[in-house]
């Protein structure tokens, strides 16, 4: 803030006092800034090659690249990841490498690992590097296998030439040039001063990106693993694995053929139960026609059977009323007739025997009985 309040202060001053008439001029004393003279360790200690710059926007493509390294010259061969496991990608926005003012002087002074960013004399440039994205492959994530079944047809002068991606960074190059302010230029925007000299800009921050590798040559790579017994091991896993696919394939097909009986069975069984059901169905025509017939008859045997209940209602209550009127009338036992024609009719034989009538002088002719 202090810094800030100076050079507002001195724009402020600037603006307000420049040559009027017999004004006497003033001095203003700045502040001076320090320049920054080389990058931090960390920052040198990586792998920057301007080749792989196309990148800049898919780091994550860029990790787990074969590149080859021939002098200044550098190509992008092929790229080995596992389909199931990409590089790993993090982003951050608050990881700030550098922060300085530098000037023709600075030992990177334009080098790619600052974006080639050029400081010509009478000019200070002010650089802001930070980290803003990050892809890399873990251990288990290297696919060795296919590394080393590439390998084994590359010559060995190749080999010494081939490096393999393991990690990558993004690093934003945010720059500002400022100019050296000289006998009666006009002075504007920041302003600030450098061993004795005056330096001001109006210009924005320029942004562009840069690239950092993390490479391993493939001859290390290779030694880090036995390619021999990976293949190997390979091959034997991969046999395993065909053995396996062929007792499963000769499974499916034995299941194949087991359904392919069961579904003939099914459709057998399935005809069979057409045929019982439409032989039943006949026989169920027949039966109904034989039902019908049946009821036909049990029909004409209930108006039969109840004719023959009214009959034998009729003929009972006949037969009653007859029972009733024989019991409320005399019987007549014999009828007798004497010489005169007279008739006699004799209700109880005991009362009245022949003989004792033919003892009373009557001819006895029985008439009925």
Aim: charged share 30%; glycine share 4%.
């Amino acid at each position: 803030m202090n810094l800030l309040s100076r050079l507002c202060a001195l724009i402020a001053i600037l603006l307000f006092s420049g040559p009027l008439g017999a004004q006497t001029s003033r001095k203003i004393k700045l502040s001076p800034v320090s320049l920054g003279f080389d990058l931090p360790d960390s920052y040198k200690q990586r792998t920057f090659i301007k080749g792989l710059a196309g990148f800049v926007h898919k780091i994550d493509q860029l990790a787990g690249t074969m590149v080859l390294i021939d002098g200044n010259k550098t190509t992008v061969l092929t790229r080995f990841v596992r389909q199931d496991k990409p590089p790993v990608v993090t982003t951050s926005t608050s990881d700030v490498i550098y922060n300085a003012k530098i000037d023709s002087r600075f030992k990177f002074n334009g080098a790619y690992s600052i974006a080639s960013t050029k400081v010509d004399r009478d000019k200070v440039y002010e650089i802001i590097l930070t980290d803003v994205g990050y892809a890399f492959l873990p251990e288990d994530y290297i696919p060795y296998l296919e590394i080393c079944r590439a390998a084994t047809n590359v010559a060995p002068e190749t080999r010494k030439k081939t490096y393999y991606v393991r990690s990558v960074k993004l690093t934003t190059v945010y720059t500002r040039a400022y100019q050296k302010v000289t006998g009666g230029s006009e002075v504007g925007g920041i302003v600030f001063s450098v061993d004795g000299e005056v330096y001001h800009t109006s210009d924005q921050f320029k942004l562009d990106y840069v690239v950092s590798v993390d490479l391993v040559s493939l001859e290390k790579l290779l030694s880090l693993q036995n390619c021999n017994d990976l293949i190997n091991n390979e091959e034997i896993a991969r046999r395993e694995k065909a053995e396996k696919a062929r007792l499963e394939a000769q499974k499916a097909e034995e299941e194949k053929r087991a359904r392919e009986q069961a579904l003939a069975d099914a459709k057998a069984q399935v005809e069979d139960l057409k045929k019982t059901l439409h032989d039943n169905l006949e026989r169920t025509g027949e039966m109904q026609r034989q039902l019908r017939e049946a009821q036909d008859k049990e029909h004409a045997a209930l108006i039969q059977l109840n004719a023959a209940i009214r009959q034998a209602s009729e003929l009972s209550a006949q037969a009653e009323l007859a029972r009733q009127n024989a019991e409320s009338r005399e019987d007549v036992i014999l009828t007798f007739k004497n010489k005169d024609g007279k008739v006699l009719e004799i209700k109880n034989l005991e009362e009245l025997s022949e003989e004792k009538l033919r003892a009373l002088g009557f001819d006895v002719e029985i008439l009925k009985q």
